[in-house]
């Protein structure tokens, strides 16, 4: 049942996202990004702050342990990112929404599609190793975990599609490819399944992990872009989404699906 639940979260979370990702990108892309970006900073910090670090810190570990693997996990994605390992190395529609969706993203060349696939594909598997420790920890953490995950590999998917696609492929190819990369997200499920069920003393560390790659998500990469859209009305709008993100996961709570 454990299993079931991880690949159905995973498959929801990495492909679900693509799905998404592809039938929103060809018209209204650049008007929702910032909305989504801005959802998805949201439930990322909340479910972080709210549900994964206080799961972690009822394992039994001290506080001290557990903010240092806090600390530890955000230089590690920092690492990461500077090596463009867990961060796509494009923005995601943070240009004017009159402009081309593929003006706004790097990476024309087929080399530069294929840096975009492959580190999509490393950040895919790493997102279904921390889904995977969430559900291990408990189902509706884990609900929660691929919520998350799924409200901001949207937004990222969005922009793979606009790489690949400016790399002389065809919508379809493009799809394909970038399902390929979200796929990844169920196998590093899987392979998490196996790998943290003989590791369940460890699982607040695990669980910290997660947390740390949420905040450094929405801090380091969303909360950026979102930044960049200046104005009363854009910065409104913005903080609407924000907490409208941080309401959802809030309220989920407040249902025991256990």
């Known amino acids: 049942m454990l299993l079931i639940s991880i690949i159905l979260g995973t498959s929801i979370a990495?492909?679900?996202?693509?799905?998404?990702?592809?039938?929103?990108?060809?018209?209204?892309?650049?008007?929702?990004?910032p909305d989504m970006l801005s959802f998805a900073a949201g439930a990322l910090l909340a479910t972080?702050?709210?549900?994964?670090?206080?799961?972690?810190?009822?394992?039994?570990?001290?506080?001290?342990?557990?903010?240092?693997?806090?600390?530890?996990?955000?230089?590690?994605?920092?690492?990461?990112?500077?090596?463009?390992?867990?961060?796509?190395?494009?923005e995601h529609h943070a240009s004017d929404d009159d402009h081309d969706e593929t003006d706004q993203f790097d990476g024309k060349s087929t080399g530069g599609v294929w840096a975009v696939l492959v580190g999509d594909a490393v950040h895919c598997f790493g997102d279904g190793l921390l889904i995977a420790a969430a559900f291990i920890a408990d189902i509706k953490l884990g609900m929660l975990a691929s919520l998350a995950v799924l409200t901001h590999e949207i937004p990222h998917h969005i922009g793979d599609l606009a790489v690949v696609r400016s790399g002389a492929?065809?919508?379809?190819?493009?799809?394909?490819?970038?399902?390929?990369?979200?796929?990844?997200?169920?196998?590093?499920?899987?392979?998490g399944h196996f790998?943290?069920?003989?590791?369940?003393?460890?699982?607040?560390?695990?669980?910290?992990?997660?947390?740390?790659?949420?905040?450094?998500?929405?801090?380091?990469?969303?909360?950026?872009?979102?930044?960049?859209?200046?104005?009363?009305l854009k910065s409104a709008r913005s903080i609407f989404w924000v907490l409208l993100g941080i309401a959802v996961v809030a309220v989920t709570t407040m249902f025991d699906v256990d």
């Open 169 to 191: 492929n065809g919508r379809q190819k493009a799809a394909i490819k970038v399902a390929m990369a979200g796929a990844m997200t169920v196998i590093g499920g899987g392979v």
């Open 195 to 232: 790998l943290f069920e003989p590791l369940k003393p460890f699982m607040p560390y695990f669980l910290t992990a997660a947390a740390s790659s949420f905040v450094y998500v929405a801090l380091a990469d969303l909360i950026p872009q979102l930044q960049k859209h200046v104005g009363p």
């Open 14 to 33: 990495g492909l679900g996202s693509v799905l998404l990702a592809a039938l929103i990108s060809p018209g209204a892309s650049s008007k929702l990004a």
């Open 48 to 90: 972080a702050c709210l549900h994964l670090l206080p799961e972690a810190f009822e394992g039994g570990i001290e506080a001290k342990s557990i903010c240092t693997a806090l600390l530890v996990g955000l230089l590690l994605f920092f690492v990461l990112d500077k090596a463009e390992l867990w961060h796509h190395g494009h």
